[in-house]
């Protein structure tokens, strides 16, 4: 089956933004209405029990991944048995996921109390929430949760975006109306986790409707159950280093500083995630399309593409660091007030910690699309244990400070390093490292100036409010985008994306007549 990789992509990210948009503005909402209407121990409690949830899932990781991975092939060559049996092997393996899961967490429900410093709200059972979510997340592997593979190896990820807003649209109605009529929290729990499972119900619908041709029945053999057993073993010490660097972080600050300060903490990473959730729209919606081009096309065409790629991503992220850098403190006197602020070094590390994030993303995707998982299968591991060391050492002695940066050390001494390495050992000719390397410390170069100007620009401006964050914002979109321009308009991965970008926009066009 032929794949129009640029008309899926655009596609994706239109549908993409759209959803991400949502999903940032009306939990944004959410989080105010529970701070004002329930107090921030609510919101600390809300975001230790998805960090709990994300550990507790550390069973499922791998395995989305490496079957949407065993689907790039088969569906390439139009392999209709294949992609059938695969559906059914992923499906035995979501069943016994579910399990594992269910037995995990009841062992660990007497520990959870433990999670919490002291600041509990009054009046909540913490065993029958830990409870809930855990039934819930349970029950999320064994409906249809495997029926979700067709659309994203098919990467039409842009269905799910739909069926996500339409259901998400139900579960805040909901909500909302707990908040400000019951203030139950009960009851604002076990809405958001029924809407889990009917997300899963129509995404299973829509794969059914779009791919009626494809049903879990027929069997692999040996060996190809053999070669995904493979890839899930590797890529579950990748994905579990993963989820420990990110959840570990709230569940250390929830055990040493308290809920109040988690709350505190997770209103600047609500901000940062958001941020990071656009810009993984562009991951997403490309992510099975170089997957593709992996297979079909050169090694030099796919270095070309990870430069262009590269230079996206930094250019991106380097004016979302500086926006971050500019606009952080006086959006959070707007939302929250000076109460619940960090200094301006939190800031600092927040926006260093992204910028590295982004970058380490963005050769995760490509790590992920080739299926480098053997030779990865160590640095999450090793990574995820120096973060948690540093984290349990420098929270006693800096606080959240140190929280942040242990996460930013991991990565950047650790991580991105070994990473690189296997990539081009693997993937790309090692010969072609050290000169990628120069273009990346050029651009960090560049980011970094650029950060450097616009906030001292940016400091001469003495307003207060709304009028601060605006002409904060306005200085934001200019300065930076001019000072890019001036040092990249002669680089040649300048002009390829531009010409990839005016692609994406006639087959955007091209999907609107459509």
Same mark, same amino acid.
């Given at each position: ?248 972080? =709230? ?7 308290? %809920?109040? &300060? ?5 209103? *600047?990473?609500? #901000? +940062? !995630? ?108 090793? =990574? ?7 984290? %349990?050492? &420098? ?5 959240? *400070?140190?929280? #942040? +940066? !242990? ?108």
């Amino acid at each position: 089956m032929k794949i129009d990789r640029i008309k899926n992509a655009s596609r994706n990210m239109a549908f993409g933004g759209l959803m991400k948009l949502y999903q940032i503005v009306v939990p944004f909402l959410m989080r105010t209405a529970m701070i004002y209407l329930m107090g921030e121990q609510y919101l600390g409690l809300n975001s230790l029990f998805v960090s709990i949830l994300q550990v507790l899932n550390i069973a499922e990781s791998g395995v989305g991944s490496a079957m949407v991975y065993s689907m790039y092939k088969p569906i390439a060559e139009d392999d209709k048995s294949t992609i059938c049996a695969l559906l059914r092997q992923y499906r035995k393996y979501y069943y016994i996921i579910g399990f594992i899961i269910a037995a995990v967490g009841i062992t660990l429900t007497p520990f959870i109390p433990k999670l919490v410093k002291s600041d509990l709200p009054g009046g909540l059972n913490i065993y029958i929430l830990y409870l809930l979510n855990l039934v819930v997340t349970v029950l999320s592997y064994w409906v249809f949760a495997y029926k979700g593979s067709l659309l994203q190896a098919h990467q039409r990820v842009d269905i799910i975006s739909k069926i996500t807003i339409s259901v998400s649209t139900i579960q805040y109605s909901v909500q909302i109306f707990v908040l400000v009529f019951l203030k139950n929290y009960y009851m604002y729990v076990i809405a958001a986790l029924v809407m889990q499972i009917l997300t899963n119900i129509a995404t299973a619908f829509a794969a059914d409707y779009m791919y009626p041709n494809y049903k879990p029945v027929g069997k692999l053999s040996e060996k190809e159950i053999l070669d995904i057993n493979c890839r899930i073993r590797d890529l579950f010490t990748s994905k579990m280093g993963g989820i420990v660097v990110n959840s570990v972080d =709230t569940i250390v600050v929830s055990s040493f500083l308290g %809920l109040s &300060m988690l709350a505190v903490y997770q209103n *600047y990473f609500f #901000i +940062l !995630s958001s941020v990071i959730g656009f810009v993984m729209i562009v991951f997403t919606a490309c992510t099975a399309g170089i997957g593709n081009s992996i297979i079909v096309e050169t090694k030099e065409k796919n270095y070309n593409d990870l430069k262009n790629f590269t230079f996206i991503i930094t250019w991106i992220s380097g004016f979302c660091t500086v926006c971050l850098l500019c606009l952080y403190q006086p959006f959070m006197d707007v939302w929250v007030g000076e109460r619940l602020k960090l200094e301006y070094s939190a800031v600092i590390c927040f926006c260093i910690y992204y910028f590295i994030y982004e970058i380490n993303l963005l050769l995760n995707t490509y790590k992920d699309a080739a299926g480098i998982w053997h030779e990865d299968r160590f640095r999450p591991l090793i =990574t995820a244990f120096m973060n948690l060391v540093m984290n %349990l050492v &420098m929270v006693q002695f800096w606080g959240i *400070y140190g929280v #942040i +940066l !242990s996460t930013v050390l991991s990565m950047l001494f650790v991580g991105m390093p070994w990473l690189l390495y296997n990539l081009f050992t693997v993937l790309f000719d090692i010969r072609d490292l050290p000169p990628y390397l120069k273009r990346l410390g050029f651009y960090v170069v560049v980011t970094s100036f650029t950060c450097f100007v616009t906030v001292v620009v940016c400091s001469f401006i003495h307003m207060k409010g709304w009028h601060l964050l605006i002409a904060r914002g306005l200085v934001c979109c200019v300065l930076p985008n001019l000072l890019y321009l001036v040092f990249y308009w002669k680089l040649p991965e300048f002009r390829q994306s531009l010409q990839l970008a005016d692609a994406m926009l006639k087959k955007g066009k091209a999907n609107d007549r459509d």
